[in-house]
Nanobody, 126 residues
């Protein structure tokens, strides 16, 4: 079992930045990938970014809507994954969730992830 706790959400003006954090605990060694998803009111949960680590190095992936604005990173020593969000707009308003997967391939599918955090609210005002 893996436990995930997100933090860093809040209210920000359009054009501003936020940095989300996800701290993992439990059976971390069983996970191969972690990702960020978001869910806006009335919409399905959607993929934002993912990261896979291994002996050959890290691989990252981003949704088209956030490429060039968001950056995912990790700190293995702190069992943490981060999402730096720049140039935010109202369309980015959502609850952001951290997720972890046992699968060794990056995926944008929610069903590929086994563990989920409770989410952190991000609100971008105009």
């Amino acid at each position: 079992q893996v436990q995930l706790v997100e933090s860093g959400g809040g209210l920000v003006q359009a054009g501003g930045s936020l940095r989300l954090s996800c701290v993992a605990s439990g059976q971390i060694i069983s996970t191969y990938t972690m990702g960020w998803f978001r869910q806006a009111p009335g919409k399905e949960r959607e993929f934002v970014s993912g990261i896979r680590w291994g002996w050959t190095g890290d691989s990252v992936d981003y949704a088209d809507s956030v490429k060039g604005r968001f950056t995912i990173s990790r700190d293995n020593a702190k069992n943490s994954v981060y999402l730096q969000m720049n140039n935010l707009g109202p369309e980015d308003t959502a609850v952001y969730f951290c997720a972890a997967s046992r699968v060794g391939t990056l995926s944008a599918r929610t069903r590929a992830y086994n563990y989920w955090g409770q989410g952190t609210q991000v609100t971008v005002s105009s």
